[in-house]
């Protein structure tokens, strides 16, 4: 049996966007965060947490994740840091009155997340800049910058490496709900799951 993608739903209704769609049926299983603490997550190659997942919880886990890291397995993880579940790991600093110029994103680097997505329609939704992330979990030394705000000064995505697995932060809304069209978002969850599958076609 294949290990799956674990996605942890933290309000009703979260994963619908994407379970109707083939390709995810057999890769992807979808379990409440209240779950977390009595699943075994050997049976599992990755896990998704949105930017609702109770903190408190990923506390009470942490050493559990940080075991799941250290046998070569991913997280990605989405939302402010409030309680810091790895010693590594710093609380959301948000940016002091941005000005629409500082909400601009940055690709620092090339990342397979945001392979074939345009940038610039991230920067604003609905007409309104900021949607992306109003400032940043502070990357731990050796993280990986993939992208930033603010003229580069403010990391709100990076990728760091404990063993052989990894751990994707995205300091803001949940990265697949960011884009004005559902196509859009749908390439950005897409991406992920490529990601998470050890795709390195970059």
């Known amino acids: 049996m294949k290990e799956k993608i674990l996605f942890v739903t933290s309000i009703p209704n979260q994963a619908k966007r994407f379970w109707n769609r083939e390709e995810y049926e057999n890769i992807v299983e979808a379990i409440s965060q209240y779950e977390l603490e009595n699943i075994d997550l050997k049976e599992y190659k990755a896990i998704i947490f949105s930017m609702y997942i109770d903190q408190y919880i990923l506390c009470k886990i942490g050493n559990k994740l940080k075991e799941f890291l250290k046998n070569g397995k991913k997280i990605f993880l989405n939302g402010h840091i409030i309680k ?107 991406n992920i799951i490529n990601w998470i599958q050890g795709d390195k076609d970059e």
């Open 84 to 190: 810091p579940f790895f010693k590594e790991l710093k609380t959301f600093i948000p940016m002091k009155r941005p000005t629409l110029e500082e909400f601009k994103i940055i690709k620092l680097q090339e990342h397979l997340v945001y392979k074939n997505i345009d940038i610039d329609k991230l920067n604003k939704r609905k007409g309104v800049a900021g949607f992306f992330s109003r400032g940043g979990n502070p990357a731990p030394k050796g993280a990986e910058h993939i992208i930033a705000v603010k003229q580069k000064e403010v990391i709100v995505d990076w990728e760091y490496r404990i063993n052989n697995g990894s751990l994707y932060v995205h300091s803001g809304n949940d990265l697949w709900t960011c884009m004005e069209k559902e196509e859009d978002n749908y390439a950005l969850f897409n």
